[in-house]
């Protein structure tokens, strides 16, 4: 589906903490920028995160056909969470540290092709991925990752650079090494229950070994990838990292599963801590997954 995206139809939405001169600069730019490629945006920065949605929401149901998401994948799941299932399609301007959907989407990450991607008007339609009600473009996990970034965003408040509060909270976590009792249900014919330091459902398979370990090569498969680390130390997830980072694991350390529905129940904790594209939730157990396929629609590159 292509068709070039004319003036007044496309709403630009900039993640910025307020004040922030890079957010200013950039919401300054851009109407030059799609100008220059022959449309035309009205920019919108918001200095809150919790804005994002209901501000991408206002333009859906005002009938824009293009809502842009400047930012990293959080901002990118803020955005696409309000575009799903409207007629309006979203916009990506890659601006975060690792930009997961861009890559796996094929977006370009430098600004100038973005943008000139969007006006160009080729649409894709990609899957969308739900927790309880709360919807995801990458994935969604809770244990030792949600752990990890709860505690990496305290350091970070403490005034610790991202990298490094990274690289502290990765090691004090594992040295926790949070378990959880779960019970996996899925597709309605499959039951397992598990002691695990962490449950990852991927909107979509992730490669977990070889080159392009934890890309994904699809959109629209249908499937959540789900995996597990049955009876995974601390010895054995610090393993696991580091084989990851060389790009490779070893055959049977991870349990995966495929499945358009997926429900999990955990012992003991009614709510559980959730990182949904990177950004924390809580959410009451059970945790109900569930794919909808082809449900977002996504401005890329034309084929070939």
């Given at each position: 589906?292509?068709?070039?995206v004319?003036?007044?139809v ?9 004040g922030s001169r890079?957010?200013e600069?950039?919401a ?7 100008r220059?490629?022959g ?5 919108i920065?918001?200095?809150r995160?919790a ?6 929401r ?5 009938g ?6 400047a930012g990293?994948?959080g901002t ?14 979203l916009?990506v301007?890659p601006?975060g540290?690792?930009n997961?959907?861009?890559?796996d989407a ?8 973005a943008?000139?991607t969007i006006?160009?008007?080729?649409i894709a339609?990609?899957d969308?991925?739900e927790?309880n ?6 994935n ?5 990752y949600p752990?990890?970034v709860?505690h990496r965003s305290?350091l970070?408040?403490?005034g610790?650079?991202?990298w ?7 090691w004090?976590m594992?040295r926790?090494?949070?378990h959880?009792?779960?019970s996996?249900?899925a597709d309605g014919?499959f039951d397992?229950s ?6 990852f459902?991927?909107?979509?398979p992730?490669r977990?070994?070889?080159?392009g370990i934890?890309a ?6 249908g499937?959540?990838w789900?995996c597990?680390a049955?009876?995974?130390?601390r010895?054995a997830l610090?393993?696991?990292m580091m ?8 055959p049977g350390?991870l349990r995966v599963l495929?499945a358009?529905e997926?429900?999990?129940s ?8 959730v990182?949904n594209d990177?950004?924390?939730l809580?959410?009451?157990s059970?945790?109900?997954y569930?794919?909808?396929?082809r ?6 590159p034309a084929?070939g």
């Amino acid at each position: 589906m292509e068709q070039r995206v004319e003036s007044g139809v496309l709403a630009c939405i900039v993640n910025g903490r307020a004040g922030s001169r890079t957010a200013e600069r950039l919401a300054a730019d851009l109407p030059n920028l799609f100008r220059k490629h022959g449309s035309r945006a009205e920019v919108i920065v918001t200095g809150r995160g919790a804005d994002l949605t209901t501000i991408a929401r206002r333009y859906a149901k005002q009938g824009y056909r293009a809502i842009v998401a400047a930012g990293g994948d959080g901002t990118v799941n803020a955005v696409a969470s309000a575009v799903i299932g409207t007629q309006s399609a979203l916009g990506v301007l890659p601006m975060g540290t690792l930009n997961h959907f861009a890559k796996d989407a094929g977006i370009p990450l430098s600004l100038d092709a973005a943008v000139e991607t969007i006006v160009a008007g080729h649409i894709a339609s990609v899957d969308a991925a739900e927790v309880n009600g709360h919807f995801f473009v990458n994935n969604s996990s809770f244990g030792l990752y949600p752990a990890i970034v709860a505690h990496r965003s305290s350091l970070q408040r403490r005034g610790m650079g991202k990298w490094r509060a990274f690289t502290i909270a990765v090691w004090r976590m594992l040295r926790r090494t949070p378990h959880f009792h779960v019970s996996l249900q899925a597709d309605g014919g499959f039951d397992r229950s598990e002691r695990t330091p962490f449950v990852f459902v991927g909107n979509n398979p992730y490669r977990a070994a070889g080159f392009g370990i934890g890309a994904r090569h699809s959109l629209d498969t249908g499937k959540l990838w789900v995996c597990t680390a049955p009876g995974a130390g601390r010895k054995a997830l610090a393993g696991m990292m580091m084989r990851a980072l060389l790009g490779r694991t070893t055959p049977g350390e991870l349990r995966v599963l495929e499945a358009e529905e997926l429900w999990i129940s955990t012992r003991r904790r009614r709510r559980v801590k959730v990182a949904n594209d990177g950004e924390l939730l809580r959410i009451q157990s059970p945790l109900h997954y569930r794919i909808h396929p082809r449900a977002l629609r996504v401005f890329v590159p034309a084929p070939g």
